[in-house]
């Protein structure tokens, strides 16, 4: 079973920067984040594959920039110019797709508070 292990979240102010990691058991094709505020539905936020091929929550674009590092099963979600709607619990997904199905995993979440 793949294990995702999630870092770096925490207390920013307006405008400032985070960088959240996430760190798998295993190699796995396509890795992202996705995050949910109170009230509101999970949404995408980025996703990579393992060829570098990237796409982004518009919310998001110019903001963020997802990256990853193969060789350590990690993915990295770099949030500059932070806004207070970025404020929601993020979640690292990873995604493997099998003769047998796709099979999403889940890392625990981590806060990320935008807050003056």
């Known amino acids: 079973q793949v294990q995702l292990v999630e870092s770096g979240g925490g207390l920013a102010q307006p405008g400032g920067s985070l960088r959240l990691s996430c760190a798998a058991s295993?190699?796995?094709?396509?890795m992202g984040w996705y995050r949910q505020a109170p009230g509101k539905q999970r949404e995408l936020v980025a996703a990579i594959t393992s060829g570098g091929s990237t796409n982004y929550a518009d919310s998001v674009k110019g903001r963020f920039t997802i990256s990853r590092d193969n060789a350590k099963n990690t993915v990295f979600l770099q949030m500059n110019s932070l806004k207070p709607e970025d404020t929601a619990v993020y979640y690292c997904n990873a995604r493997r797709i099998t003769a047998w199905g796709r099979y999403d995993y889940w890392g625990q979440g981590t806060q990320v508070t935008v807050s003056s």
């Open positions: 295993e190699s796995i094709f396509s």
